[in-house]
């Protein structure tokens, strides 16, 4: 799911509904939604992907948005199997209307309307995953559904398989910026339980308890992370 930091703190009635998305998207009548922020980092994340080696094997996404990610990094490595998710009806008919658009829905699992803060036995994936990805959403919902992706991965990679975030992330307590601090206080402003989450202190302690170690964080445009953690 990708986010736009909004340049306001949101009104009384944009507390009360809850956005699929925190910026316009364009629906280009077929289906296909676009994602102004995914045309901006679809190719430095999938640069970052390729970087780290995961072309073949099943790839689970939560929170897949537009499908606008997936479409880059599997039109990079045509042997991925890409299990796409969301929980907004109109996002996950834009991923399956983007697989057909490029040409790869015979890869294409889904898109499953999976949450992400139900037990992983609940989700309809077998393990022995390469690679699990997870792009702007877990400041976007309440921690039990970061927690819950952590316990995905925990429980879905194969040994050695991968678990990619990719998002805004404060480190060891400290905002890296403060755009990120602003965007931070809005998200809180909409929802006590949201939040730009702390990597050192919320994300890597629960990591551990699953069984992943941090192997790599790469630093993104606009101040965003990829962190990659390793079964």
């Excluded at 009360?16 to 925190?22: G, H, N, Q, R, Y």
Aim: charged content about 25%.
């Amino acid at each position: 799911m990708t986010t736009q930091r909004p340049d306001k703190p949101p009104n009384s009635a944009a507390r009360e509904k809850k956005p699929v998305a925190l910026e316009n998207r364009d629906d280009m009548a077929d289906g296909r939604l676009f994602s102004p922020s995914a045309a901006r980092n679809r190719e430095v994340i999938r640069d970052v992907w390729l970087k780290e080696g995961v072309t073949s094997g099943r790839v689970l996404e939560i929170g897949s948005g537009t499908g606008e990610h997936a479409m880059a990094i599997m039109k990079a490595c045509p042997d991925l199997e890409w299990i796409a998710s969301d929980l907004d009806p109109a996002s996950r008919a834009s991923v399956a209307a983007w697989a057909q658009y490029e040409g790869v829905e015979d890869r294409l699992v889904g898109p499953l309307a999976l949450d992400a803060s139900t037990p992983p036995g609940s989700w309809g994936v077998e393990p022995g995953l390469s690679a699990l990805y997870c792009a702007n959403m877990i400041h976007i919902s309440p921690w039990v559904a970061g927690r819950g992706v952590i316990a995905g991965a925990g429980a879905l990679l194969k040994p050695g398989g991968r678990l990619f975030f990719y998002g805004p992330f404060s480190r060891d307590g400290v905002h890296i910026s403060q755009s990120n601090a602003d965007f931070d206080v809005s998200l809180k402003s909409r929802d006590p339980s949201w939040g730009v989450r702390d990597l050192e202190r919320d994300v890597v302690p629960v990591a551990g308890t699953a069984g992943l170690e941090l192997k790599a964080v790469h630093q993104m445009p606009a101040n965003n992370l990829v962190m990659v953690f390793e079964k």
